[in-house]
């Protein structure tokens, strides 16, 4: 017989337990940002190429990458459920998947304002940038998909494989810089190599991206919470009063 | 032998029924009865593996079906609601198709053969099954059960739309399945005339 | 007991599907048209001068081959799942995922394979040269499979649902750019007189990768439209 | 510090429209989300108080 | 006897078509987004440049729009056929060619209103200018309908001729063509600063023509499908 | 009073009837039986006017429904095979819709009682009708009776697939109707428990 106790690991349980961790997400989103922001319009020097329009780095490389991130995330969420059966994962994946579209949006928008500037247009079919757009209606397909499938069992599946199957675009959007000749910059921060950045510039800039990182984690679980509010509210976990409960012991 | 343990099941938020555990011996039918909705089709399509149970297993000679898989499809046959025949089709290649599908013999003889079992004449096999009436479709969907050699059969209300002629037919060859040690799972409204002890009920309610 | 071999369920898998087609030779027919008449459009809406039509024509060729394969999405599964043929096929002792690619596999025989010996003719109408449509053809004979094979997983994924017409395509076409842009990358280089070899092997690649995964995960997603 | 003034830092070199236009629809975005998040949440509550 | 006036079934139809639509709100997102990602496919395909962006657009934005309403004129007819709708709707005591009318209105609303209202906003992709748009815009919404119209008999004929399919597409597709050629044309003579008032009124011809003719053909159509 | 006139009938090359005269009084059910294909479905389409007959007419008061056409259809239900109803929406919808099409009064409270009539529980009411059992379905498609003031109906096998209780209220239905002067003709495999005096039964051959 299937082992299914991740089946059981109870969503009730995790309710409050998210709700105690969200405000310490928030607080740490909260100063890292402000904390970054002070850095990267205070500190950091103007650049002696591009002025201060390369500022934009500060939200544009954050954004870029949590919504990768975001969708890896997703699809290892969406793996899980599909693979042990778990309720709870399909939950995860369907809370990270608006954020993840949201940052995805940013990421290109900001990428347009740095890109008029810079290169003189708002736009180019560019490897980098195609590959981030696709980003976007895959987000915004998966989020459709569940919305068109009333079963919510059929819903947490179909966009589990959907969300699946689209994680090939991921490496495509890092790796586009390298494989093709493209207009948008390469990767500056690497592993092996040293930076080239300017250090204070570097260090505003990951200090965002860890402040972005608290953020989505409080909003994601915030989401949670929503979406076991809203599935429980429909008989099918019986136990009314234990809800009620657990929605005011917030 | 098939059987089911503690097998749950539910559709939506509602949960059907619960706690079932039937055993189906060789030479046995299950007839399963209940109101329209108390989940007759749902719990022939878990035993199928369509669906998967809530909680409980389907166990068939002891290993649980959703270890067997393939090992367990063809052990069966499920013919649903739907006839699940190509409308575009004539009988005869629905047929020829569908036992080919299933590895047996496909031969236009068998094919014929099987038609004529179920009741079709002649010169219905060559008609797309689009034009042909209800029961008639429904007897081209049965006639899969004239060819088949595989010991288990799910019959979703298979007298629905039938005539008393075709009835009859389909009685016989449920007798004859089970006289040679096969086993049948039934859903349906009527009277199954069939020696009473080779009957067993199961009666689900909402 | 009686167990199919595969290739007897792939054979039947794919012949039924093909003598379907046959049926109605219409359906077959219906691409070609609507590949035809779109390709055609072009010349018509943007003017007749040869270099923007050269320029313009390896796009236009590939867009129209995308749009006929998700034109036909619609009739991969939905017919097999409202006359209940799916369900039995999922019943069948292979594995689905096989089954699957016999499925693709036919209805790329109907509604790819005619585009792609369709394309020179095409290709003539937008002044395109020997060795250019060469190359659109080889594309297109890579391109237009990959393409059903991830069109089957949008098309399993919205089975019986609502407006699905548009929704898979919406689920599509983000998986189907990346073919696109090589498919078309490499009858432009040709056409620019630059090798076209690097687009086609990426174009290649994507049909192995789709190859891999697509019957997998289609497989997964009909068993979940079946329950 | 590299600022003289406040209006030259709103200016940022004359970038000012593209680098806060970015911060701008990032805080929008980010701050609207979570109200959503929280009105959400806040209707969930309330109508699973209704239901029992 | 309980005879439902003229306006009681039309109603009835449409209302009953428009709460099908509505039942998942993300259904008229679905279209939006479909001919957003259509329309951006286009310079994928075709690469950047601006110029000849500028001049295919009308072009291509008139081809999305009739491929929308395409994608789309499979639910007008195939689902009431196939679960009963249609003969009780024949029964109903008024004018088949009526209800017709109800039935592709609500489509139409669906289908291509969306695209109308949007199409102002995917001209500026391509670069058209202030009164392009207002023309493209009002190309379309005289389009559209004429589309959807004429559509309809094409899938009514399907429904019941359906070994002869290719008869249909030769049928429906010339008449599309003059329409797309009027409307793209309208767009495109805009562009180049010539008047669009011969087009536009050319397009309310056919508008006008396929509103007398085409809801008595689908009925029709519908009866010899139905028998 | 409806009135067939040397009524034949055929479907592609097979004529499947000739020569049927009938009359259906106020107050009485036409039963019509007949093997699988043996074209009940296509008599009954031919009397609503979907079908035309080779030969012989329809008569409705002694007139051809082929003029009266819309007068006609205002007079009759059919229902057939398939339910005619929309799988998206809910019972709720559906009735209440087709009652508006129909012209009668279509609100809640009658449409509820409708749904109630035919053995349907609250919570189905609002359920999309797609996930709703064979025979729940089969039942919204029947609630229309309940609200129809319409003097002739026409069933095709409006038992199938129904459970006994559905169908003694179906049964009860189709009493009340032939009550109140209503004429009723029904294709159907199984007997009809209502007064003998009043069906007329009508077997069609192969
Ligand atoms: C809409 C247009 C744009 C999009 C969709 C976009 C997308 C992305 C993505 C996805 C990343 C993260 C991937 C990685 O770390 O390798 C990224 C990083 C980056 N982008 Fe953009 N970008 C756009 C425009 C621009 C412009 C105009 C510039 C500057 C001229 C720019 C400069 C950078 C830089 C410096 C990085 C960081 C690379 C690194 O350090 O790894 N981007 N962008
Ligand atoms: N999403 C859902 N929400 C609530 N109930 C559902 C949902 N999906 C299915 N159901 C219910 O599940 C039941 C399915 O029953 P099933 O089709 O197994 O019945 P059945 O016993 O075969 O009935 P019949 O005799 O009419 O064929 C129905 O009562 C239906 O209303
Ligand atoms: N094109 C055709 N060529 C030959 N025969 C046809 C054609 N179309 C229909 N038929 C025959 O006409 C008959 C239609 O019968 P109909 O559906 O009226 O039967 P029925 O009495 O309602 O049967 P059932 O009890 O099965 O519903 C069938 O026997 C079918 O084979
Ligand atoms: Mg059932
Ligand atoms: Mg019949």
Redesign the interface.
Known sequence: ??INWFKYSSPQAFHPLAGKMIPWFSVAAGLLIIIGLYIG???A??DFQQ???Y??IF??VP?AWMSMFLYVIMAAWAGVG?GLNARPSFMMAQAIA??GA?FT??AL??GA??G??TWGAWW??D?RL??E???L??Y??II??R?????L??AD??SA??A???V??VP?IYFSVRWWNTLHQGASVSMTASPKMATTMLTAMLIMTVGFWM?SFA?TL??V??VI??R?????WGN??S??EV??AR | MLQTVALRG?R??RQLFSDISVTVKPGTLLAVAGENGSGKTSFLRMLCGLLSPDDG?VLWQGK?I?QLKELYCAQLIYIGHLNGIKDDLTPTENIKISAGLAGGDSSSEIVRKALEAVGLGRSTHTLPTRVLSQGQKRRVALARLWLSTRPLWFLDEPFASLDTLAATYLTQRLQSHLGNGGMVVVSTHQEIALPTDSIQHLRLSR | MSQPSMSEALGGVVRRDLLLAMRHRSDVAMSVFFVVIVASLFPLGVGPEAAVLRMIGPGVLWVTALLACLLSLGRLFTADYLDGVLEQTALIPQSLAVLVIGKVFAHWVVSGLPVVLLSPLLGLQFGLDGVTLGVLTLSLLLGTPTLSMIGA?GAA??LG????GL?VA??V???F??VL?FGAGAVTSSVSGIGSEANLSLLGACFL?SFA??PW?TA??LR??L? | ???GSVSE?FA????GL??W???G??AL??FG??LA??R??AA??A???D??
Request: with cysteine; hydrophobic share 55%; proline share 4%.
């Open positions: 017989m299937g319009f205070f500190v020097p103007t002025g201060d329009s500022r934009i939200v544009h954004a599909l608006p954020t949201m949006f940013i928008l900001t304002m740095w008029k500037p180019v079919w490897a195609t590959s757009l696709i980003l209606f895959q915004i397909g459709l998909l919305a068109a499938i009333d079963d069992r059929r599946r179909a494989v959907l699946l199957v689209g090939v675009n495509i953020y909003v915030a989401r919470r929503c509010l809203d429980e509210r429909q008989p099918m009314q009063t809800i009620q929605a005011e | 539910s939506g938020q297993a649980d959703r | 997983i994924l919205t649902l609502r407006g699905s929704l919406l689920l076409l983000p998986l750019i990346p842009i990768l995964f697509a995960a997964v997603a979940i439209a329950e | 510090m590299q600022w830092f940022m070199g004359g970038y593209y680098v236009v970015s911060f629809v990032t975005c980010m989300e979570v998040v929280w959400r949440h969930a509550v109508e699973s108080r239901v029992s």
